[in-house]
């Protein structure tokens, strides 16, 4: 039932602008599946569903599968270039400024991209803290996330 759901999910999202959790949990109550908040939310979460702005400047749910069927962080590049303003360290923390609400997607890409640098990140609405091993790592990362900016 779950992977059913899941796939509906990708589907309604790639037919339809689902804004909000609540939209989409509404789209699936009218196909028949009597899903909570959060149940969307975990949904959400293991489809590593992204907010991001589409063609139309929507900001909306998107799935990089959607894009590409391959795993290619080239989307990633797009939605971390967008929203990222500014980046700085201290000691072992890499924080990076995010235009508001774009903290979470940004911090999906960053993730994506250079997560086998990073012990663990965590996103507000408009900052991602990043923990690395050292201070080194820290400057590693920056210079890594400041060739792509």
């Not at 929507?58 to 959607?66: A, E, K, T």
């Not at 971390?80 to 990076?96: E, M, P, R, W």
């Amino acid at each position: 039932m779950k992977n059913k759901r899941q796939r509906e999910i990708l589907s309604i999202i790639e037919e339809k602008v689902v804004f909000t959790q609540e939209d989409l949990q509404n789209e699936l109550l009218a196909l028949g599946y009597n899903v909570t908040q959060s149940t969307v939310s975990r949904d959400i979460k293991e489809l590593r569903l992204v907010k991001s702005h589409d063609a139309n400047g929507n900001y909306r749910y998107v799935s990089h599968n959607l894009k590409n069927s391959q795993h290619d962080t080239s989307h990633y590049h797009d939605l971390f270039t967008k929203s990222v303003k500014s980046v700085d360290y201290a000691l072992n923390n890499v924080v990076i400024k995010t235009h508001s609400g774009m903290a979470s997607t940004a911090c999906v890409a960053c993730d994506e991209m250079f997560g086998d640098m990073m012990l663990g990140s965590l996103a507000g609405d408009d900052t991602i803290i990043i923990v690395t091993r050292s201070e080194l790592h820290s400057k590693i990362l920056i210079d890594k996330i400041n060739n792509i900016l």
